[in-house]
């Protein structure tokens, strides 16, 4: 007797692909532009940073003032590796998550993603992107409570972002919590400034005419 007919290969279960959340040009850059603001009034400067970390910053706001975003991300690039130099103080948690390392080359391989299918690798790379957009909310806004800033009305916008977060994942309801957050606290908090220059020694007084 002939033998059953041959089943077709049975197909792996596919990974949803994970909702796209629409996001402009402005958004993106104020995400990163907010955070890097209250990085450089943090106490680790002593005062203010030096002209190296405000130079990239100070380019990052003037083009973000000019709606000129991407010469915005290329100066907050620029910065971000800065944050990485070992020449500059530790930035603390969570503001090491603004540094950008150059690290040394690696054989794609050794990247624990890069045996996944794209959609997971895009899904893992937003949710690594929303939990540090929660983190630095979370240590923005408490830099902005210790300094009088006022943030009353952006602690609720926080705590709604975190449950959104955690019930819904990566999402537009998630990322309008979090853009309130950061127009805010980048309305509220001070410019960083150059440290005034020392004064030198005081010249000595001209002598006299006739002193001898």
């Not at 002593?46 to 100066?75: H, Q, V």
């Not at 890069?114 to 939990?131: G, I, Y």
Request: charged share 25%; proline share 17%.
């Amino acid at each position: 007797m002939p033998g059953p007919p041959n089943r077709p290969p049975e197909k792996a279960p596919e990974t949803p692909t994970p909702p796209v959340v629409p996001e402009t040009p402005q958004q993106k850059t104020l995400r990163r532009l907010a955070p890097s603001r209250i990085a450089l009034l943090l106490d680790v400067w002593k005062g203010s940073p030096g002209p190296d970390l405000l130079g990239p910053y100070d380019k990052a706001e003037r083009s973000y003032a000019s709606g000129d975003y991407a010469s915005c991300a290329t100066s907050l690039d620029l910065l971000s590796v800065r944050f990485a130099e070992p020449r500059w103080p530790t930035l603390p948690e969570p503001f090491k998550r603004l540094r950008v390392p150059i690290p040394a080359p690696i054989p794609p391989h050794w990247d624990p993603d890069h045996a996944l299918p794209s959609a997971e690798r895009e899904a893992r790379r937003a949710r690594r992107a929303a939990d540090d957009q929660l983190a630095l909310a979370a240590g923005c806004l408490a830099w902005a409570s210790s300094h009088a800033l006022p943030t009353d009305d952006l602690l609720p916008r926080l705590e709604e972002a975190r449950t959104l977060l955690g019930t819904e994942g990566v999402s537009s309801a998630f990322y309008e919590r979090i853009d309130a957050v950061w127009k805010a606290l980048h309305e509220r908090s001070p410019f960083p400034k150059v440290p005034s220059a020392r004064p030198g020694p005081a010249a000595p007084a001209p002598a006299e005419v006739g002193e001898s």
